[in-house]
């Protein structure tokens, strides 16, 4: 049909977008490495905990299999949990 719109190929799409989408994916890929720095900085005192074997799950599986929007739930509740550990670790 003459007067019918075509569709926007992905190509076409505004840039403003994916380079947010990219933007957030870049953060929340940046905090769980640093989460995860600051977990194996813990050391060997930590490794025993129960809560350390969590906090990896959360970083790694969890992370990867959540959708973008509960990313940050999940590192919330790394960064809580790896707060735990190190008050226990030093005897806060």
Do not use: C
Not at 59 to 66: A, E, P
């Amino acid at each position: 049909m003459p007067n019918r719109p075509h569709p926007q190929s992905p190509a076409d799409a505004p840039t403003s977008t994916q380079g947010s989408f990219r933007r957030r994916y870049d953060a929340l890929e940046l905090r769980r490495e640093q989460l995860v720095t600051r977990l194996r900085l813990l050391g060997d005192m930590a490794k025993p905990h129960p809560g350390y074997k969590r906090a990896l799950k959360l970083l790694n599986d969890t992370f990867r299999k959540s959708k973008m929007a509960q990313r940050l739930a999940v590192l919330q509740a790394a960064a809580w949990l790896i707060d735990v550990l190190e008050r226990i670790t030093t005897g806060l």
